[in-house]
């Protein structure tokens, strides 16, 4: 329960894409702060996004899961397991966590940490040796959320503006 609110949890569908189109502006809306220099997306983009949500809902080696209060999509995750790579390693699979997002007045209730463990409980399933994702350096409240599911910082990404 989340005040008083009950929130449930279900595998998306394709019937599902418009929420999560609504969640993804919401993901992109709440980094634009961070980086306004690199999210910056091309015309038609949302239709692009959309593919790619629809190939993941599709995938069985992916998982894609809503939060709901009611019939109101309050937030998900999305993950898919692929082959480690590079291959030298003794590793085979990775699973990468591509997008967790909780709307505001749920955060902090124990919504992300649920999506978090059904998206982990997926990978251990298919056998992946790891679990990344990316998060923005400046995004304190999700670094510190990562690192309370158990993730510790690996490659540290680096960028240089060159146009
Ligand atoms: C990052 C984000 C997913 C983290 O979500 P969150 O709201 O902090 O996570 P949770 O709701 O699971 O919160 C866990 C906290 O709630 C507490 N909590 C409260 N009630 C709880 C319950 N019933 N069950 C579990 N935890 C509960 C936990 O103790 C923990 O608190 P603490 O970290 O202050 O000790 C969320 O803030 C978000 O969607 N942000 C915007 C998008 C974003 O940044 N996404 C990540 C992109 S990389």
Redesign the pocket.
């Known amino acids: 329960m989340t005040g008083g609110q009950q929130v449930t949890y279900r595998k998306a569908t394709l019937k599902d894409l418009d929420a999560l189109m609504d969640l993804w502006d919401g993901?992109m809306e709440?980094h634009l702060d961070f980086f306004p220099e690199i999210y910056q997306f091309r015309k038609g983009h949302e239709k692009k996004q959309q593919k790619w949500f629809s190939k993941n809902i599709r995938s069985k080696n992916s998982f894609v899961m809503l939060a709901e209060v009611g019939d109101t999509a309050v937030g998900f995750v999305m993950l898919f397991v692929e082959k480690f790579m590079p291959s030298i390693y003794i590793w085979k699979k990775s699973a990468v966590l591509s997008d967790?997002?909780?709307c505001e007045g749920y955060?902090?209730?124990?919504?992300?940490?649920k999506l978090y463990k059904s998206a982990r409980a997926f990978a251990k399933r298919k056998g992946a040796d790891f679990l990344q994702?990316r998060?923005?350096s400046k995004?304190l409240?999700?670094n510190?959320?990562y690192d309370?599911m158990g993730t510790f910082d690996y490659m540290i990404t680096k960028m240089e503006r060159l146009k």
Not at 107 to 113: D, H, I, L, P, W
């Open positions: 993901l709440y967790l997002f909780v955060r902090g209730t124990g919504v992300a940490k994702l998060a923005d995004n409240r999700a510190k959320f309370k």
